[in-house]
């Protein structure tokens, strides 16, 4: 459970609790997040592919590369937008449907490389071509390796590549807000679990001043603050400079 992203608290007044669990941060450098958003892209990438290839859209594997005069991974990701921006408008004069996922990878020459998921029907030849002339490097591919201009098969291939690609690590100079992950604004989104917890109005405490605001009023409203995860009194949580088990046993001294 991921420790770094603050609470999550809702109030339940006619029941006399305050419902309470961990936020997310998520952040790849979180560990515990870095595992769920591995866990949620794959499914991400797995239910795009299932619903465009029922529709007897075809699907391809790619690999970009970095240009040769790039030495670093930050270099790469300093020159990737304006060479994805010329390479995408091309790429989109080739189909109707326009759709893409993206992930970086963190070459071991050291370089970024780019692999996706994608809906153009452009073959390796003119990825080269049109990559150069962008921006990229030459080495690029459509296919896996060894499978040169492929079509994807079936969901459970992308499943095996989107997993492959993103339980690589990108390293520590990474620039910031460098994405993990890219999709087109069409690639079919995750469609979220419908549960009891997902009606509730949450509010956000991230700070201290925020926690001890929310104490006094569970106090004043004589409200048992719980973990929504476990039911039990929830009283024992240190968000950097306090903990909130200090703060309720010193006001009921």
Excluded at 4 to 18: C, D, K, N, P
Excluded at 94 to 117: N, Q, W
Excluded at 191 to 214: F, H, R, T
Excluded at 247 to 253: I, K, S
Aim: aromatic share 10%; glycine share 8%; hydrophobic share 35%.
């Amino acid at each position: 459970m991921c420790k770094r992203g603050g609470l999550l608290i809702t109030y339940q007044y006619v029941e006399h609790r305050a419902l309470i669990t961990d936020a997310d941060c998520d952040s790849w450098q979180c560990p515990e997040c870095q595992e769920r958003l591995k866990d949620y892209w794959l499914l991400h990438a797995q239910h795009g592919a299932s619903l465009f290839l029922g529709r007897g859209v075809k699907l391809f594997f790619a690999t970009i590369t970095s240009h040769e005069n790039t030495r670093t991974f930050s270099q790469g990701a300093s020159i990737f937008p304006d060479a994805w921006g010329k390479l995408h408008k091309r790429l989109n004069r080739t189909s109707d449907i326009c759709e893409y996922l993206l992930i970086p990878e963190h070459h071991k020459d050291g370089r970024l490389h780019m692999h996706a998921v994608w809906t153009f029907p452009v073959d390796t030849r003119w990825l080269k071509d049109n990559g150069r002339e962008c921006g990229f490097g030459f080495m690029n591919q459509i296919g896996r390796k060894h499978h040169r201009d492929e079509c994807v098969e079936s969901v459970a291939d992308v499943g095996r590549y989107v997993s492959k690609e993103l339980s690589k690590q990108l390293g520590d100079n990474v620039p910031k807000r460098f994405h993990r992950i890219r999709r087109s604004a069409h690639w079919e989104k995750l469609p979220l679990p419908d549960s009891e917890s997902s009606a509730y109005d949450w509010q956000y405490i991230g700070s201290n001043g925020k926690q001890e605001m929310v104490i006094e009023e569970c106090q004043r409203l004589h409200l048992q603050m719980v973990d929504i995860r476990t039911g039990e009194l929830f009283d024992a949580v240190d968000l950097g400079t306090i903990t909130l088990s200090d703060h309720v046993n010193a006001m009921t001294l």
